[in-house]
């Protein structure tokens, strides 16, 4: 039982990991924790949605070009509002990416109503047996391409010159620009991927979530738990972070209580900020 | 080559620079010395574009640069190696490098850029993929310059190289500037240890209070009464 439980932990973690490291990126390279986050997974499910009713497009296949949809989609979000915020007050800038979070859940209700949506005939459905653990087969369908595309924004941002800017922003922003690093273009690209993260998380869930305007709600908060226990700026603390929340929800959803698993997640990360308040793999971009 | 007129700043509204002028001849290594807080690093910021002037001109090799942003500014080939080294630490030395050469996608251009690097700072060719923030200071410094260098500069400016470094490593660093001049590449550097930088440079300024107030070769600084009272305690 308990591999059954751990398995569908980290399946559900690794979902979990694709859209924090998409918020942990946005966070250590411009500072704003991006409250929309959840929000925008919503609206990739949408997005994911009508490409399947109007062009039969599978969500798990299409989750390139979801991705590279709301790659654009961020990109249009930075240059007509995170950008001039940016240079405001502190409150500003905590308090927009909240506002279009309101928005973009309210303007999925005004549009396309309250009601519960779900993909019907995707290609990923069924389930399988490996050994006693019981899997079905679209979250792992969803946690492997969430893991894929985690390995390409690890690689990018390691091994391309644009990815080791990003990082060179989000270590010493005086310093990058004294390296002829434009800040502005990068910012917009660095928030257009973290957007992307989440459009691809949307995506392959969308494959078998039910899709309605608040579904985003709970995938950002977790996001958020996960970003702050792997430690606020780094990628691979948030993939570790989300995987952990992921296992925490699923043991403690059977052992104690469905009704208590989203009170553990944020109990287990007070505990851990308590003994470590930069998280696990902090470095604390300021 | 580089041409400061009559430039105030301020930060918050506090003035911080006060009619500075100045002027920098291509090959040549100018040195602005002067206490702590007095504005010199407040220079180097404004040169390469990280504050701007609230009046005054900047020139650099015949251009205007003082509405330019910083990334812009280097790619005239005007380098800022900041106080305080900056390097990014969770990166390695080659990392380091290579984002020095960011403006420039040209791939042999920067192998040639790293091999001048390497044969002035041999430590970073042997360090290559340790994290830079694992070096110790003077190591750091290294590859700050070279970092510097990196953006193939025709004017480096080099705020306080030899802060936080022990002496031994001081001398070191001052023959690494020597010779990174005597590559073609101009230097403003900006230097507490006045001796030291008034016998390196050509010209320099003093710096009091955000003014400039007084200027001369290396030697006649030396010899003038206000330095010695003021800086070298003599």
Redo the contacts between chains.
């Keep these: 039982m308990i591999l059954q439980l751990l398995t569908g932990g980290v399946l559900l973690g690794c979902v979990y990991g694709l859209v924090s490291m998409g918020l942990s990126l946005i966070y250590g390279v411009m500072g704003i924790v991006n409250f929309a986050h959840g929000a925008l997974v919503m609206l990739a499910m949408y997005v994911s949605y009508w490409l399947n009713t109007y062009v039969s497009l599978d969500p798990v296949i299409g989750t390139p070009i979801i991705a590279l949809i709301m790659f654009g989609f961020g990109m249009i979000l930075y240059k007509l509002v995170i950008k001039r915020v940016l240079k405001g007050p502190f409150l500003a800038r905590m308090l927009v990416t909240f506002g279009l979070s309101i928005f973009f859940i309210n303007m999925a209700q005004f549009l396309w109503s309250p009601d519960y949506r779900n993909i019907q005939g995707a290609i990923s459905k069924g389930t399988f047996m490996l050994g006693s653990v019981f899997i079905e087969l679209p979250k792992l369908v969803a946690s492997v391409g969430s893991l894929i595309v985690a390995a390409l924004i690890y690689w990018f941002l390691r091994k391309t010159?644009t990815g080791?800017?990003i990082?060179?922003i989000s270590?010493?922003r005086?310093?990058?620009?004294?390296?002829?690093?434009?800040?502005e273009k990068l910012n917009a690209i660095a928030f257009g991927i973290g957007i992307a993260c989440a459009g691809a998380a949307g995506s392959l869930l969308a494959s078998y979530y039910y899709i309605f305007p608040d579904v985003g709600t709970m995938f950002g908060l977790v996001a958020l738990v996960a970003v702050a226990l792997g430690g606020f700026g780094s990628t691979e603390g948030a993939l570790i972070g989300a995987i952990l929340i992921g296992i925490i929800e699923t043991l403690g959803g059977f052992y104690i209580g469905p009704e208590y698993k989203y009170a553990l997640i944020f109990l287990s990360y007070v505990l851990i900020v308590i003994v470590r308040p930069k998280g696990l793999m902090g470095?604390g971009a300021d | 080559m580089l041409n400061v007129v009559k430039c105030n700043a301020a930060y918050d509204g506090v003035p911080a620079l006060v009619d500075v002028s100045f002027n920098i001849k291509e090959g040549e290594i100018v040195t602005l010395i002067g206490s702590n807080g007095t504005g010199k690093s407040t220079i180097a910021r404004l040169v390469?574009g990280?504050i701007k002037a609230s009046s005054g001109t900047i020139e650099f090799c015949g251009r205007r640069i003082e509405k330019l942003?910083?990334?812009e500014i280097?790619?005239l080939g005007l380098?800022?190696v900041?106080e305080g080294r900056?390097?990014?630490?969770?990166?390695n030395v080659k990392?380091n490098l290579?984002?020095?050469a960011?403006?420039t996608n040209d791939e042999a251009e920067v192998r040639k850029r790293l091999d001048l690097v390497y044969k002035l700072f041999p430590i970073l060719k042997e360090r290559m993929y340790q994290k830079s923030w694992s070096m110790s200071g003077g190591q750091q410094q290294m590859l700050a310059l070279g970092?510097g260098l990196m953006?193939n500069p025709k004017l480096l400016v080099l705020d306080e190289p030899s802060l936080g470094l022990m002496p031994v490593l001081c001398d070191e660093l001052f023959a690494a500037i020597k010779k990174i001049n005597e590559e073609g590449i101009t230097v403003m550097l900006i230097e507490q240890r006045v001796l030291e930088a008034l016998e390196l440079c050509d010209r320099g300024y003093v710096i009091q209070n955000g003014r400039i107030v007084m200027e001369g070769t290396g030697s006649e600084l030396i010899e003038s009464d206000t330095v010695k009272k003021a800086y070298l305690g003599m």
């Design positions: 010159k080791l800017a990082q060179a270590i010493d005086s310093a990058a620009s004294l390296m002829g690093i434009n800040l470095w | 390469s990280l942003p910083a990334h280097v790619k380098v800022h900041p900056h390097v990014f630490g969770k990166l990392e290579l984002l020095g960011y403006t970092r953006s």
